[in-house]
């Protein structure tokens, strides 16, 4: 009943992100670059989006959740994702996925959602849950079944999520008697913990991030701030447990990270003593010249809203297709039409 050869889907990868603020480098080296690369190598179809209905669950500012979708749109498209390829658009663009969001809720017990981990941790903090956020996971379900997606790359975070989708689709599936959907698999990417400017995970709630396109002197601000020990300048610095390294590290590869450790152990470099300050210069310089191109891509991309627009619209026509192909096998196998 859960095998998915019957409807004969080609590979599809999906992954969402939420446009609840400004994306960081926790977001970029954790997801934004897998799915960057993914298109080059992924032999199907690709599909990212906006999750803008699911921010619903949080934003209460229609001004701050549009600039946040745009924002989102920008990033991925100034960082290099191949709009040819891979399909980039807003989940509300195809609203079908709240019709799907339905039907799952429908043959889903309360006792399967009620065991989420990200639901009750948000309950444990103190925040009265919605059915938005209590249904949270359905719907992130229908994102994934709607397209019909076999793989779906996620944080550790997610996997509960994603085995919830993997047991609607068996709910649905053995409800009707039929393959209608397919059973996903979840991908872990290979995401690096990022730690923030206080060596906690870097996260936009937690006020430690230093977005992707900082640049300048906000950015040398910004960095200034990682917290590190006292070791005075001149004296070898610890490789082990800095926070400046840490973050460092996912910009160089292992020659450089290397030659920066070579400077730490010396306390010097060039023959010039080299403390935590800087380190912190060489992190900015590193973090400007990786996203240098990007950076004027963001300009042209800002200056021209209506090619953000576009690539958009066209990612949710490509998008609504495979959407309304699923939810028609659905209607007519649950009697509604
Ligand atoms: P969030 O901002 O929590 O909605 O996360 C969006 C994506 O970025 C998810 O795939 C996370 O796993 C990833 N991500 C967010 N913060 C970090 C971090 N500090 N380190 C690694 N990955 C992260
Ligand atoms: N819940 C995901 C997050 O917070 C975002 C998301 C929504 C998603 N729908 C999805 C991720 C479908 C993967 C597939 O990171």
Redesign the pocket.
């Known amino acids: 009943m859960t095998d998915d050869a019957p409807l004969e889907l080609p590979p599809r990868i999906?992954?969402?992100?939420?446009p609840t603020g400004e994306l960081h480098l926790g977001n970029y080296f954790g997801a934004i670059v897998q799915h960057i690369a993914l298109p080059a190598e992924f032999p199907g179809e690709c599909l990212f989006f906006i999750?803008d209905y699911?921010a619903l669950t949080t934003v209460r500012d229609p001004a701050f959740l549009r600039e946040m979708v745009r924002h989102v749109a920008v990033t991925y498209l100034a960082l290099g994702l191949d709009t040819e390829k891979a399909m980039l658009f807003r989940q509300s663009d195809v609203p079908e996925v709240t019709e799907l969001t339905w039907l799952l809720m429908c043959v889903t017990g309360m006792g399967l959602i009620e065991r989420a981990h990200a639901f009750k941790d948000k309950v444990a903090n103190g925040i009265k849950p919605s059915m938005g956020l209590f249904c949270y996971p359905v719907l992130?379900a229908a994102?994934?079944l709607v397209y019909g997606s076999s793989v779906?790359p996620?944080g550790k975070d997610?996997v509960q999520?994603i085995e919830m989708a993997q047991d609607m689709a068996t709910y649905v599936n053995e409800a009707v008697g039929q393959p209608v959907l397919r059973r996903p698999e979840w991908r872990l990417s290979k995401a690096p913990y990022v730690p923030g400017l206080d060596g906690k995970k870097m996260s936009k709630s937690y006020g430690n991030a230093i977005p992707i396109f900082a640049t300048g002197k906000p950015l040398r601000k910004l960095v200034g701030k990682i917290v590190t020990d006292s070791t005075p300048l001149g004296d070898p610095l610890p490789t082990e447990g800095c926070n400046v390294l840490a973050i460092l590290d996912l910009f160089l590869d292992d020659a450089g990270r290397e030659e920066v450790r070579t400077w730490y152990r010396a306390g010097a470099r060039d023959g010039q003593p080299f403390g935590y300050g800087h380190a912190k210069v060489y992190l900015a310089e590193c973090m400007e010249r990786r996203f240098a191109e990007a950076h004027v891509r963001r300009e042209a991309l800002l200056a021209d809203p209506a090619r953000v627009d576009a690539v958009l619209a066209d990612g949710a026509t490509r998008a609504r297709a495979l959407a309304t192909a699923t939810l028609e096998r659905c209607r007519a196998a649950f009697g509604l039409r």
């Open positions: 999906l992954s969402g992100i939420q999750a699911h992130m994102d994934i779906v996620v997610q999520h």
